[in-house]
T-cell receptor, first 116, second 107 residues
Framework: DTAVSQTPKYLVTQMGNDKSIKCEQN?????MYWYKQDSKKFLKIMFS???????INETVPNRFSPKSPDKAHLNLHINSLELGDSAVYFC???????????????FGDGTRLSIL | RKEVEQDPGPFNVPEGATVAFNCTYS??????FFWYRQDCRKEPKLLMS???SGNEDGRFTAQLNRASQYISLLIRDSKLSDSATYLC????????FGTGTSLTVIP
C-alpha cells in the first residue's frame, strides 16, 4: 500500500565505502526526487528525474549518482562515503513537472545514513 | 535571495491558542503553494494545498496573497498533537522548501 517506499531505512557504514539507496513509487507519477536533510533540518534538493530524464542536478559531489531505470524507480548510489554525507535522504514523487495543476510531492519515510 | 523565506521560530504556545505562520516567496510566477508538516525523525507530509481564494480544513486555514507574495497558515484551538515543524512549499517549475517553523504546543 505504501505510495513511496525507500530502502534501507537505516544505513550505517564506514567512511570510504560505496552504498546505494533504492526508491520506488506506485502512484503513477512521472517525476521523482532525491533530497538531503542534514542536522540543521533544511531539506535540500539533490536530483530530479522526469520520465527517466534528469531535469534537476544541484551542486552535488559527483560521488553521488542517481539512476532511473523507469519512471517508478529512482535509485541513489554514493561512492567513497565521507563523514559529511551523514544525513537523512528522502525520496519524493509528484505528477507533472511543469504543469500548473496543484499537484504536491509525496515523500518516502527516509533513509538515515550514518558514516563511522 | 532565497526562493522561500520562513521564520524558523520556535513558537511555543499553550493548548487552545491560535497561532499563525507566514512565508514569503520571491518568484511572482510561482504556480502552486503548499503547507507540509514534518514530525521529528519523520518524512514531510502534505498538510494542505493553498488556493488563491483561501481554504480551510478543520482548525487549519491557509491564505495566499499573490500581490505581496506571501502565504500563511492559521491554526486555531491548538492541540498537543500539532507540535511539529511546518514547511512552506512553493512550486515554480521545481518545488522550493522553506526552512520550516517549529511549533510546540504546551499543556
Amino acid at each position: 500500500d505504501t505510495a513511496v517506499s525507500q530502502t534501507p531505512k537505516y544505513l550505517v557504514t564506514q567512511m570510504g565505502n560505496d552504498k546505494s539507496i533504492k526508491c520506488e513509487q506506485n502512484l503513477g507519477h512521472d517525476t521523482m526526487y532525491w533530497y538531503k536533510q542534514d542536522s540543521k533540518k533544511f531539506l535540500k534538493i539533490m536530483f530530479s528525474y522526469n520520465n527517466k530524464e534528469l531535469i534537476i542536478n544541484e551542486t552535488v559531489p559527483n560521488r553521488f549518482s542517481p539512476k532511473s531505470p523507469d519512471k517508478a524507480h529512482l535509485n541513489l548510489h554514493i561512492n567513497s562515503l565521507e563523514l559529511g554525507d551523514s544525513a537523512v535522504y528522502f525520496c519524493a514523487s509528484s505528477q507533472g513537472y511543469r504543469d500548473f495543476r496543484n499537484q504536491p510531492q509525496h515523500f518516502g519515510d527516509g533513509t538515515r545514513l550514518s558514516i563511522l | 535571495r532565497k526562493e522561500v523565506e520562513q521564520d524558523p521560530g520556535p513558537f511555543n504556545v499553550p493548548e487552545g491558542a491560535t497561532v499563525a505562520f507566514n512565508c514569503t516567496y520571491s518568484n511572482s510566477a510561482s504556480q502552486s503553494f503548499f503547507w507540509y508538516r514534518q514530525d521529528c525523525r519523520k518524512e514531510p507530509k502534505l498538510l494542505m494545498s493553498v488556493y488563491s481564494s483561501g481554504n480551510e480544513d478543520g482548525r487549519f486555514t491557509a491564505q495566499l496573497n499573490r500581490a505581496s507574495q506571501y502565504i500563511s497558515l492559521l491554526i486555531r484551538d491548538s492541540k498537543l498533537s500539532d507540535s511539529a515543524t511546518y514547511l512552506c512549499v512553493v512550486k515554480s517549475g521545481q518545488f522550493y522548501f522553506g526552512t520550516g517553523t517549529s511549533l510546540t504546543v504546551i499543556p
